[in-house]
Structure formats: C-alpha cells, structure tokens
C-alpha cells in the first residue's frame, strides 16, 4: 500500500513538470518580471517596457498575471513623467512671461522660509567685501537670488532682475508704504499684508537699465548698509513727493 501512494505521487509530481514545461515557462522569465518591475517602479520606463517586451516574447502563460501588472504599472508612470513635464513647461512658461508673480510665488512659499530654496549655497570669506553673507540663484532661474545673513539666517532677502516692470500688484495682498524717485529711477516700498507674510516688505525698482523686484525680512536692511540706503528717502526727493501729494497710502489689494 505504501508503495502504491509513493508511486502516485511520483506520477503527480512528473505530470505537474510535464505541464509546466508544456507551459513554455524558461527559468529566466521569474527574475526578468521582476526586474521589468522593479524598473517600472524606479521610473526608468524604456529600459521596463524593452524587458518587458522579452518577457511576452519567451514566456508562457505562467507569466500573463505579472504581464498585466507591470503593463499598468508602465502606463501609471508614463501618465506621471507627463503630467510632470507639462507641470514643468508650465513653470518654464510663467518663468518666461511672468517672472515677477513666479519670483513672488517662490519666495513666499513656507511663509518666505529659506532652507531647501537654493542649493549649494556659498557664504563669502573673511576679508571679502560681502563677508557674513551666504548668497546662491534659483536653479531654474538664475535671475532670482536669495541672500542671508549667515549668522542670522532669519535676516534675509530674495531679489529678482528682469526686463518685464515689475509691481507691487505682483504681491498679493499688500499695502503701499511709499513711492518716490531719485538719479532717474523709481522706487515703490510695499508691506505683505497677508497674515503669514506681515514680516515681509517689497523694494520695487524701475530705472533705464531694467527693473529689480525685492522680498526682504524685517531685519535684514540692519546687516546690509547698501540696500538699507537704497530704502531712504532724500531731502529733495521726500520734498518733491510730499508737494505732490505722493505721501505712504495703503495699496490696492491685488484680486
């Protein structure tokens, strides 16, 4: 009796092998599904989809399930790289035509936080002119700056150059401090209004070799003497502006 039992399923074990070889399933199939999966979900799609295609081509049925599986997956991360490059077109774009509201945008994210804003930055060395400041760009847009004083990280500021004029209007809500003009350009001092950023005040800069756009912190001008002149008013200039009525007024409140 025994014997009959092992005899039965000696033949059951060799029937399975008969049917899986019938299957057409080569030893390799198992680890290329996973590595066509494991590329899929690293995002290298070509390399998945190319793995994938030699997986259909010389594995059996054994392997549909995970076929259909990594299909999607495929397909999932396909839809997402092309979401992300239309995102970043679109970023590319408002770059390009609206570099001040995007200036603004990046600035004010996280409240006007710093960390994480700008990679690699550089702090000058002792004996330089610029001394105590660590300064970098924007990576995507090199015209937009942030600079900080490094002992103090919360006394900072972002600028932006541009050839499009800038405005206060760019800032959300706001509240125009003053205007006034001096050596032939413009100047326009605006508060940030919003709850979050009522510690942020815009330098607005409009002169014949371009416009500058600047988001700074409250203490900063104390650790910058040549941008805190750029925030005085002169005699003459505070004369001229108080004959023409241009005295600080709240700001419209942008929509």
């Known amino acids: 009796m025994p014997s009959t039992r092992a005899t039965s399923v000696a033949v ?8 899986c070889e019938n299957r057409g399933e080569p030893p390799a199939c198992l680890d290329q599904r996973q590595e066509a999966r494991n590329l899929a979900l690293r995002g290298e799609i070509e390399p998945a989809q190319r793995l994938l295609d030699q997986v259909k081509q010389s594995c059996g049925p054994n392997s549909q399930s995970d076929i259909q599986h990594i299909t999607k997956l495929i397909a999932e991360k396909t839809a997402a790289r092309e979401r992300q490059r239309q995102l970043e077109q679109s970023k590319n774009t408002e770059l390009e035509q609206f570099p001040s509201r995007s200036f603004v945008e990046w600035a004010t994210a996280r409240a006007g936080a710093t ?37 103090q990280p919360e006394a900072y500021r972002y600028s932006l150059t541009t050839e499009l004029p800038p405005s206060c209007q760019d800032l959300g809500e706001f509240r125009q401090v003053r205007a006034w003009s001096r050596e032939g350009a413009s100047y326009e001092l605006c508060e940030l209004t919003n709850r979050r950023l009522r510690h942020l005040t815009a330098l607005i800069v409009h002169a014949a070799t371009g416009y ?33 009525g241009e005295e600080a007024r709240p700001g419209r409140v942008s929509p």
């Open 12 to 19: 059951a074990v060799a029937v399975a092998l008969v049917a």
């Open 212 to 244: 500058e756009m600047y988001l700074f912190s409250q203490t900063y001008p104390n650790f910058d003497p040549a941008f805190e002149r750029r925030l005085r008013i002169v005699a003459a200039a505070a004369s001229g502006e108080a004959a023409s």
């Open 115 to 151: 960390s994480g804003k700008v990679p690699g930055l550089t702090c000058a060395e002792r004996g330089t002119p610029d001394f105590g400041f660590c300064e970098g760009q924007r990576p995507e847009a090199p015209a937009m700056r942030l600079r900080y004083w490094q002992a």
